[in-house]
């Protein structure tokens, strides 16, 4: 399919690095592509970015049928532009189209795309270390219609947004509250699409959660609310007796690409890793006997994010030293390094522009 | 709060009654109204029907944070304008609003606004017996922001379409399938609250149970997957030795207006009615032992549908003789005719213009 390209009369102005925020400030350009049933995906365009004009009526409005992505663009210390495992991002965007109803979109397609766009758009990708493009893929239903059934219409689009560090005043634990009230996903359910009711069921417990002090949710299972599923936007890893662990994947789980890495990082490196249950039980006896040495969260916004207290009902665990662990440590050097290029790709993650 | 109205140079053309489907035509007018954190709720006002301009970054596209309620207008033999129990579906909007952090909107104010459209809009009110002006209030994020957080800003809108009879073919009973693989809200979740995901959510299933020939899902439980809890878009009754059983409310179950209306009047008939956990084996056992005479759904799209047979695994449950049930038939006249204002409103049900 061609892409047409539409460019802006005048080129904005990216901030400053160091002014750069999260998801507030966003590029000249947007991709669009539109689907019906006659044409299936068409008129793949670059053009600047715009307002969408929506009837009230339209289902995602309504019935929240819609998916999305989340990824980024890096610039290395030679200027080159890359992109980590984006083919992932595309694969798991039709896993998401397929749990949802919506048509599936072409993987390499999306991702020539992609390439396209950032083409246009690459004097807005920052370059200080830690800051990037984040990149939103997004598919919405678009039928005018009031009445619960899949849409016939949907529009794709691809959102560009100048990042800064996620890490602006140090790479710091944070603490994270297990809900016992509430429940984000469960077995026969949609938590392992990204879409959106995911991010709305979620948010009761976050606010509840940030009264308390803590920065997120640290989700059970919908079941039996026993077995600890993931935080907020981030999976969660463990390390028990020196095992690196991290709950299996299990329907309602979002399967992180930033996960992925992280468990073929650890083998590679030959460590004992495992996805398995973990239950809130089995954590509180290894945090009472100190087998509990390190615990952090892993997601494509802040790669690996260190947890320094977890909180249970009347437990409060604490983990470590207050300082990030060591293997946070080493995961977000390794992974990191090979986003910005600094170190060799050894596993072949990279998509270089 | 005053409502400014802006009213359209040229009314449009209602079709005819006969020709009305349900949620594709919409009338002139619409009702919004905006908040911010510094304002609150404001800027009331009627005007014509338009597109929505919405950043791409719009958090509800992402994040799905939308509640909805639904409910309808019905014209008299008079020419009366009446609303059916509409304070009901303003207090579910903000338990929806609560659940979903969403500020909660003055329920007489919303009301009282309701009323002021439907005054602008009265020649779209359909009077065939069994049409009716469907009334979607809805409220969404609006924030521009990719970012998991409860939105700052919001817009509720209603929208109004003049709607067909729904039994247009005559009241048939529908078949039901119930769904072993999926699985629509769980305790601790937002099944309770009129939110857009739960539809999404509800989709797969959904699209699953046509092709088998199965007009809706009837959903289990997420916890033990064992216990009935509702259908689509409807609350669901079972007649078993002549007690009316429907699950009980338990947070995952939406809170039906029309399923308290059936259950207030199954009272006041002298009924035996209970509001309670029935198991998948319960029902087939009553089906099997000849106990389950009779099985409906309730909802304020076709007020009472009877249930012709059930499905689940290799059981097939046929329901009565391939007629509507004696007490489906008896709560939808019930109903209808108070709605219509062909029978006394003796439960003080109805809201005149
Ligand atoms: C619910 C949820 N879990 C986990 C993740 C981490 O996934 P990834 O590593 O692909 O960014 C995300 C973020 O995308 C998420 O939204
Ligand atoms: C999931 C669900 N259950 C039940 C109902 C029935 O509720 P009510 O009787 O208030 O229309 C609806 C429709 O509103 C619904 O969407």
């Known amino acids: 399919m061609d892409i047409s390209i539409t460019r802006v009369e005048k080129q904005g102005k990216r901030p400053e690095d160091s002014a750069l925020g999260f998801g507030t400030i966003f590029t000249d350009h947007m991709f669009n592509m539109d689907y019906n049933p006659e044409k299936g995906w068409h008129n793949a365009r670059i053009e600047p970015l715009h307002n969408f004009s929506i009837s009230p009526a339209t289902m995602t409005l309504h019935y929240g049928q819609t998916i999305f992505e989340g990824l980024k663009a ?33 993987e390499a397609f999306a ?33 005018p219609f009031l009445g619960v059934r899949a849409s016939h219409t949907y529009r794709y689009f691809v959102l560009l947004s100048p990042v800064g560090a996620y890490y602006a005043e140090g790479f710091n634990p944070v603490k994270i509250l297990i809900s016992k009230d509430h429940v984000r996903a469960v077995r026969g359910g949609v ?25 997120q949710v640290l989700w059970l299972d919908g079941v039996e609310q026993k077995y600890i599923e993931e935080v907020g936007a981030m999976n969660i890893f463990f390390v028990i007796n020196d095992e690196l662990v991290t709950p299996m994947l299990n329907g309602s789980i979002l399967p992180g690409i930033t996960r992925n890495s992280v468990l073929q990082l650890g083998r590679k490196w ?7 249950k973990i239950s809130i039980d ?26 320094g207290e ?11 030293d207050g300082t990030p662990g060591k293997l946070a440590v080493k995961f977000n050097e390794a992974i990191t390094n090979i986003q910005y290029g600094m170190a060799e790709d050894t596993e072949n993650w990279i998509e270089k522009l």
């Not at 945090?287 to 615990?295: I, N, P, R």
Request: glycine share 8%; aromatic share 8%.
């Open 74 to 106: 890096y610039k290395t210390a030679k200027g080159e532009i890359q992109l980590f495992r984006p083919q992932e991002n595309f694969k798991r965007l039709n896993s998401s189209a397929r749990g949802l109803c919506i048509p599936e979109i072409d």
């Open 111 to 143: 991702l020539e795309a992609l390439k396209e766009l950032l083409k246009v758009e690459k004097e807005w990708i920052p370059e200080t270390p830690g800051t990037s493009l984040y990149i939103r893929p997004t598919v919405f239903a678009t039928d």
């Open 191 to 215: 938590g392992e699409y990204k879409t959106a009711g995911n991010y709305a069921a979620s948010l009761l417990a976050s606010e509840k959660a940030k009264e308390e002090g803590y920065a």
């Open 270 to 276: 030959g460590m004992k890793v495992s996805e398995r």
């Open 282 to 307: 089995e954590l509180a006896q290894a945090h009472k006997d100190g087998s509990l040495t390190e615990a952090f969260g892993s997601g494509t916004a802040a790669v690996i994010s260190p947890v």
């Open 310 to 320: 977890i909180k249970y009902g009347d437990n409060i665990m604490h983990i470590g």
